[in-house]
């Protein structure tokens, strides 16, 4: 089976030796995105809400780059570094997807990189 990387910038660089998202077959896997601004790889300041609509903004970016949509998701993995920022992070989710809902986990860590309070990872399967 074939790979392909996916990439565009309308989504923040990779800050580490990996890719935005890799495709294989009909399958995408998305590497983890932090609230970085794609325009200037700044983290974006503000509340956990900014921050997460920023996330899945440049998950919507890197979806559309690979061919799909944020209605084509899976399965979505959410690290926060405060659990009580769990009914804000699902509100703004809610903003994203609409039923059937995606997989999806939520994990608390003690941190992330670049200082974020949420990062997404995903999977999304084309048709």
Do not use: C, H, W
Not at 10 to 19: D, E, H, L, V
Not at 49 to 59: E, G, M, S, Y
């Amino acid at each position: 089976m074939s790979r392909s990387i996916i990439s565009t910038d309308k989504a923040p660089a990779a800050i580490g030796p990996y890719s935005q998202a890799v495709r294989a077959g009909n399958t995408v896997y998305f590497s983890g995105q932090i609230p970085l601004n794609p325009a200037t790889g700044e983290l974006v300041q503000g509340n956990i809400d900014l921050q997460t609509r920023r996330v899945f903004d440049n998950l919507k970016a890197v979806a559309e780059a690979a061919g799909g949509a944020l209605s084509d998701v899976v399965r979505v993995g959410i690290y926060v570094t405060d659990l009580a920022n769990f009914a804000a992070v699902n509100a703004v989710m809610a903003e994203y997807f609409a039923t059937p809902y995606p997989a999806r986990s939520t994990i608390q860590v003690s941190a992330l990189p670049k200082g974020a309070e949420v990062e997404v990872d995903a999977v999304m399967v084309l048709g």
